[in-house]
């Protein structure tokens, strides 16, 4: 799923122009573990990639990152929605580059009795419920969309 302002697999002058433009954007400063994980979520697997595999592409292409180091930059990219964090069925987490053209997922609330509706985005609210409901067997980690009752006492 490449758009035209995403890179293509082995065009790295293309990645580091692209990489550099979204890290400047989000005034992000562009340390190399940055571009590094931007570039390989750009040409990665849909459905994302690991921090400890981002680590061993690291390793194995000669790239400075520790694990810690790897994590803080995951951490960075994902406050400034350059990527998404994904909790898969066996409890890891995937991250994956975010859309350019994608639609902020919001949290919407019906109450019951009196029929009045709320709408809101919470990405910290909506991963916790989503790694909660997939830790339970509830959804399917790919779930987009889903609805559920809840009771507060």
Known sequence: MTSPDRPRKGSSS???????????????????TRI???????????????????CQHFLQN????????????LRDLAEHELIFRDLKPDG???????????DEKSITVHVNGSGRTYSFVDKDLRFQL????????????????????????
């Open 14 to 32: 293309f990645a580091d122009t692209w990489s550099l433009s979204k890290l400047q954007n989000c005034q992000l400063r562009p340390t190399c």
């Open 36 to 54: 590094g994980i931007l570039q390989l979520l750009a040409e990665a697997h849909p459905n994302g990639v690991s921090a400890e595999k981002i």
């Open 62 to 73: 000669g790239l400075k990152g520790s694990i810690a180091t790897i994590y803080r930059a």
């Open 92 to 102: 890891r987490t995937a991250y994956r580059v975010r859309p350019d053209d994608y």
């Open 130 to 153: 989503v790694h909660s409901l997939v830790r339970e067997g509830l959804i399917d980690a790919e779930a987009d969309v889903f609805s559920l009752s809840i009771t507060v006492n």
